[in-house]
């Protein structure tokens, strides 16, 4: 499995999935990955440059500094935290949330569900957050954020799967853990309620795509998870024995969601094919 993925990356990823692989699977360095993530860095401190592939403009996106975060935090990484996090918190409204898209995403290229507009969003709002808590710092504009998801959870009703992992990767980082295991139980209750999880019917809510759902493993990457709870052991195997299958025989996983413009099926495809193997090796399906 991991051979032809790996033939896979070399054939079709950039640079920085390349890095990527290197460190997560064949002891490549972390200032390699660091040096690939730091190329799509803005001097406010952001992220932007399409490092995720939907956003192909230069200027920094909260999507994509969350992006960057992540990925520097998966080698170890520290340096551009608190930067990273005065940017969102230069950007942000008044209640402390994160808009989705920039308005100086306007004028330059875009899938079309980078809609632009100045809501709060929470989506956007609780991955930052999450991330930030992740590394562990302490930030004027996180506390705020913090408090303003806080309250978007307690009164969560009408929602869709890709806010609630958002909420489900704030739940997993955010020091309050009494408060967060209550929470998760409420959105446990809303995805099972609402059939807002793919037990392998291959449902797609309403809206999206075919196939575009969320399943399991999405909700919960990795078994210590707090989303982990929300589904059986026979339901958590039988969606890692799909996630198997899943792979293609040129080694990569795929997509469900529209290539918008040619460049993105192959960025994407890397990025997911990474993911999947991760969570395979979480749970002990690959070493």
């Given at each position: 499995m991991v051979d032809?993925?790996?033939?896979?990356?070399?054939?079709?990823?950039?640079?920085?999935?390349?890095?990527?692989?290197?460190?997560?699977?064949?002891?490549?360095?972390?200032?390699?990955?660091?040096?690939?993530v730091l190329a799509y860095r803005n001097d406010d401190g952001g992220f932007g440059h399409a490092l995720e592939p939907d956003g192909r403009g230069p200027t920094s996106q909260p999507l994509h500094t969350y992006t960057a975060l992540r990925l520097l935090h998966e080698v170890g990484e520290e340096s551009y935290v608190v930067s990273a996090a005065d940017f969102f918190g230069s950007v942000a409204n008044d209640d402390g949330g994160l808009p989705n898209c920039l308005e100086t995403a306007r004028d330059h290229p875009r899938a079309p569900w980078w809609q632009v507009g100045t809501d709060t969003d929470l989506l956007m709002t609780g991955l930052a957050a999450g991330v930030l808590h992740q590394f562990g710092i302490e930030h004027e504009w996180l506390s705020k954020a913090t408090e303003l998801v806080w309250d978007k959870i307690d009164r969560l009703g009408d929602t869709h799967p890709y806010e609630v992992n958002a909420c489900a990767r704030f739940l997993d980082h955010v020091p309050d853990r009494a408060r967060a295991e209550v929470a998760a139980e409420k959105l446990r209750e809303l995805v099972r309620g609402k059939g807002l999880v793919d037990l392998g019917d291959g449902r797609a809510p309403e809206g999206y795509a075919v196939g575009e759902t969320h399943k399991p493993h999405h909700y919960a990457p990795t078994p210590d998870s707090l989303a982990r709870r929300w589904f059986s052991d026979d339901e958590v195997e039988r969606d890692l024995d799909r996630l198997e299958a899943e792979q293609q025989e040129d080694g990569g996983w795929t997509f469900p969601w529209a290539a918008w413009t040619p460049v993105t099926e192959y960025e994407w495809r890397s990025i997911v094919t990474i993911e999947a193997l991760k969570t395979l090796r979480a749970y002990g399906r690959i070493s």
């Amino acid at each position: 499995m991991v051979d032809l993925v790996r033939s896979f990356i070399w054939r079709n990823a950039r640079v920085l999935e390349q890095r990527r692989f290197e460190f997560l699977f064949d002891g490549g360095s972390a200032g390699s990955v660091v040096a690939a993530v730091l190329a799509y860095r803005n001097d406010d401190g952001g992220f932007g440059h399409a490092l995720e592939p939907d956003g192909r403009g230069p200027t920094s996106q909260p999507l994509h500094t969350y992006t960057a975060l992540r990925l520097l935090h998966e080698v170890g990484e520290e340096s551009y935290v608190v930067s990273a996090a005065d940017f969102f918190g230069s950007v942000a409204n008044d209640d402390g949330g994160l808009p989705n898209c920039l308005e100086t995403a306007r004028d330059h290229p875009r899938a079309p569900w980078w809609q632009v507009g100045t809501d709060t969003d929470l989506l956007m709002t609780g991955l930052a957050a999450g991330v930030l808590h992740q590394f562990g710092i302490e930030h004027e504009w996180l506390s705020k954020a913090t408090e303003l998801v806080w309250d978007k959870i307690d009164r969560l009703g009408d929602t869709h799967p890709y806010e609630v992992n958002a909420c489900a990767r704030f739940l997993d980082h955010v020091p309050d853990r009494a408060r967060a295991e209550v929470a998760a139980e409420k959105l446990r209750e809303l995805v099972r309620g609402k059939g807002l999880v793919d037990l392998g019917d291959g449902r797609a809510p309403e809206g999206y795509a075919v196939g575009e759902t969320h399943k399991p493993h999405h909700y919960a990457p990795t078994p210590d998870s707090l989303a982990r709870r929300w589904f059986s052991d026979d339901e958590v195997e039988r969606d890692l024995d799909r996630l198997e299958a899943e792979q293609q025989e040129d080694g990569g996983w795929t997509f469900p969601w529209a290539a918008w413009t040619p460049v993105t099926e192959y960025e994407w495809r890397s990025i997911v094919t990474i993911e999947a193997l991760k969570t395979l090796r979480a749970y002990g399906r690959i070493s």
